[in-house]
């Protein structure tokens, strides 16, 4: 099994969407613990108390502010310069998809467009890392688990929103990020 090379991520600069949320929390400070230089962007913690008001946090850049706003979510991303962007924001709840189909499809499907658009206009950018939710598979009530290349789909807006912001994904790997070109 590989081991984490501390040393490689050790004044790394890393920028991170949804990292007031909980995995996006833990995420922000591993990495921190890891030194790397994070530069936060989401909304504030939407419950009391949260996972992210509770920890203990160094220099972490926190920055308040919205996915779906591609001039600001651009601006923020330049300025940070990262090396590495880690994609965690998203409306994650299915009964909130279903109150506000909207808002799910915005967030999780405009906001990854407002993301890579915003990573191709930085240079600084040698990885993206784009978190997603096994929702993002149409569900054919099967026992094995979800593979790779199992059909995108999903029963509600929130999977669905999932699994449109994969495609998105592997369109623009293979349009603007394709291996051979890095």
């Not at 990495?31 to 936060?40: D, K």
Request: aromatic share 10%; with cysteine.
């Amino acid at each position: 099994m590989a081991r984490l090379n501390p040393k490689v991520w050790q004044g790394k600069k890393v920028f991170l969407t949804g990292h007031t949320g909980f995995k996006g929390s833990w995420l922000a400070q591993i990495l921190q613990g890891l030194e790397a230089r994070v530069h936060g962007y989401a909304l504030a913690p939407d419950t009391k108390p949260s996972h992210f008001e509770i920890l203990k946090w160094g220099a972490l850049e926190n920055e308040i502010a919205d996915i779906r706003d591609h001039a600001r979510l651009t601006s923020s991303m330049k300025k940070a310069a990262p090396e590495v962007v880690f994609h965690l924001a998203a409306q994650p709840l299915v009964l909130k998809s279903y109150e506000d189909p909207r808002y799910t499809y915005e967030t999780n499907v405009m906001g990854t467009l407002n993301l890579f658009e915003a990573v191709r206009q930085t240079p600084s950018v040698k990885a993206v890392v784009i978190v997603t939710s096994d929702k993002c598979y149409e569900n054919k009530e099967t026992t094995r688990p979800y593979k790779e290349d199992d059909a995108m789909g999903g029963y509600d807006p929130y999977s669905s929103s999932k699994g449109c912001a994969e495609v998105l994904t592997a369109s623009y790997r293979r349009s603007y990020f394709a291996e051979e070109d890095f």
